[in-house]
């Protein structure tokens, strides 16, 4: 087994080379963790704007996978769920593909279901990253295969830091991960469209809208990060008898909470029947 560091930049591989992969390549490089010419992508013959993105950073996009798994010390399988049967299948049998840590990046595609596919030898790891990842803002978590170290954890937790925070969970919470961090940028964004048709409502131009909401939003999450609990900072926030106080009990009673809560439940009942779906 090759012993991989993240004290040094390592070969990395992308079966799959689309925005995702771009960003976290991107994220990579600009941590030290990878050199531009040690990563390669492979990406499909017509996906012409991918293929140019990882040459524009100075790594080699190719139009097959085999090459990629050769080349790689690391091997991340960023296509869509239904193809990562069929992409693995195709370097299941290069001797390049034991002794490798394997991390996927696919939605709902469970450890042991990768784990049939490659040699016994094979290490993986799977995570559930987030579009953020792209502005370096990620919120990721992963579960390891059931021959994955203590050091391929390291060193995942180390290469998705470079796009975000990172956590390691037990695979039976993935569901949740991904219902909660994978799904909530769409219910964040609703909420900042909401702020925004509210202002407009109330008189302000629509731009001025967007943009306090959006500003708001990222404002309260970066005083969230330094440390706090929400109840308390809106607590902070609601004078007694005021405006905030009359707003969140508007919110109370129209079920808002329960709402994002139901949101989370619904994604994750979902995610376990699109999980045994892929699984089978």
Do not use: W
């Amino acid at each position: 087994m090759i012993k991989l560091s993240v004290e040094q930049a390592m070969k990395i591989g992308f079966i799959g080379g689309g925005r995702l992969a771009f960003a976290l390549a991107n994220g990579f490089v600009s941590a030290g963790l990878a050199k531009p010419d040690e990563i390669t992508a492979s990406v499909h013959p017509s996906d012409i704007v991918s293929a140019e993105a990882f040459k524009g950073i100075g790594a080699t996009a190719l139009f097959e996978n085999k090459p990629v798994v050769e080349r790689s010390e690391v091997v991340i399988v960023s296509v869509k769920p239904d193809v990562v049967a069929t992409a693995l299948n195709e370097v299941k049998d290069l001797p390049a593909s034991k002794n490798k840590l394997f991390i996927s990046v696919a939605m709902g595609v469970n450890t042991a279901s990768i784990e049939k596919i490659l040699p016994q030898e094979a290490r993986v790891i799977r995570v559930m990253p987030n579009t953020p990842a792209l502005v370096k803002e990620g919120a990721a978590a992963f579960s390891r295969g059931s021959r994955a170290t203590a050091d391929d954890a390291k060193l995942t937790t180390q290469l998705f830091k470079a796009v975000g925070t990172c956590d390691e969970v037990p695979e039976y919470q993935m569901d949740a991960v991904t219902a909660l961090s994978g799904s909530g940028p769409a219910y964040v964004y609703m909420l900042i469209e909401s702020l925004s048709d509210g202002g407009v409502r109330c008189g302000l131009p629509r731009d001025l809208a967007l943009r306090l909401a959006t500003q708001t939003t990222l404002g309260s999450a970066a005083m969230l990060k330094n440390g706090g609990h929400p109840a308390v900072m809106k607590d902070n926030v609601t004078s007694p008898g005021g405006s905030t106080a009359e707003g969140t009990y508007h919110l109370e009673q129209n079920g808002f909470r329960s709402a994002i809560i139901g949101a989370v439940t619904a994604a994750a009942n979902r995610c376990k029947i699109v999980n045994d779906q892929l699984n089978k």
